[in-house]
């Protein structure tokens, strides 16, 4: 910004004070400007910001809904496996067994976190007002939660998978004929089966959870306390999981 010397010599003190007046009004009327420009960028990022969060979470519904229908498939059909071993082991013929359901391929997807990861590390949460920070910080960190679960569904699977591998009554593709193992087998096989009914209700219950806070978000949910109870209010309103989890010790009859 140049103030320019004035074009004729000052003689009087009015000249003084007309100048300066107008020096002084020019860089009030450019600093105006100025933080007017910043402003209106500032806003324009905040609404781009927005937006593109506001976006995230839409399209994460979608991928909730599938993920939530896999795992429910995944779960049903071990529970009518594990409930074939167990008749199994109460001295039922394999004949006898009810066929199991369609096991469904392909893993669950996870909610994306692109939009958020790039506005955390480009140090743009700042634009957001704090309450609305807030509910995005929470709605994320419950995503992490919800991705180390699955992680850890994944890396216990893998005693399942040495299991099915070295028992030999699995052949090439490692489908197992329950009615072909030992008694002692089929014990190891339930239990296991158990365990993975477990996990997978256990993040079918994050899943859900998570659901109702992205659902808020797309509602425009304005505080925490009242994303809380929109969740809360959900959560009470869902009936209870299908998803038959028991996992208490099983006996020889």
């Known amino acids: 910004m140049d103030v320019h010397p004035p074009q004729h010599p000052l003689l009087r003190w009015r000249d003084f004070w007309v100048h300066l007046g107008t020096i002084t009004a020019?860089?009030?009327?450019?600093?105006?400007?100025?933080?007017?420009?910043?402003?209106?960028?500032?806003?324009?990022?905040?609404?781009v910001l927005q937006h593109d969060l506001h976006a995230e979470a839409e399209r994460n519904e979608q991928i909730l809904?599938?993920?939530?229908?896999?795992?429910?498939?995944?779960?049903?059909?071990?529970?009518?496996?594990?409930?074939?071993?167990d008749a199994l082991r109460r001295g039922t013929p394999s004949a006898s067994l009810?066929?199991?359901p369609e096991r469904v391929a392909g893993d669950p997807f996870l909610p994306s976190a692109g939009a958020w990861a790039s506005a955390r590390d480009s140090s743009q949460l700042s634009l957001l007002p704090r309450e609305q920070a807030s509910i995005y910080e929470e709605l994320y960190a419950q995503r992490d939660?919800?991705?180390?679960?699955?992680?850890?569904?994944?890396?216990?699977?893998?005693?399942?998978?040495?299991?099915?591998?070295?028992t030999q009554a699995a052949d090439?593709?490692?489908?197992?004929?329950?009615?072909?193992?030992?008694?002692?087998?089929?014990?190891q096989y339930s239990e296991l089966l158990s365990q993975q009914i477990t996990r997978i209700g256990s993040i079918l219950g994050d899943l859900h959870f998570y659901e109702s806070e992205n659902s808020a978000v797309i509602r425009g949910v304005s505080d925490i306390d009242e994303l809380h109870q929109q969740v809360l209010s959900r959560t009470i309103s869902t009936p209870p999981s299908t998803i038959k989890s028991d996992d208490s010790p099983r006996k020889n009859p």
Do not use: C, K
Request: no cysteine.
């Open 172 to 187: 090439a593709t490692s489908h197992l004929d329950p009615a072909q193992l030992t008694p002692a087998q089929q014990d």
């Open 26 to 47: 020019g860089l009030l009327i450019a600093i105006s400007l100025e933080h007017t420009v910043a402003a209106m960028h500032r806003l324009h990022q905040r609404h």
């Open 65 to 85: 809904t599938h993920d939530v229908d896999v795992l429910q498939r995944e779960s049903n059909y071990f529970v009518a496996l594990r409930s074939n071993i």
């Open 145 to 166: 939660f919800l991705q180390q679960a699955v992680f850890d569904w994944f890396h216990s699977s893998d005693e399942l998978e040495s299991f099915l591998s070295n």
């Open 98 to 100: 009810p066929q199991l």
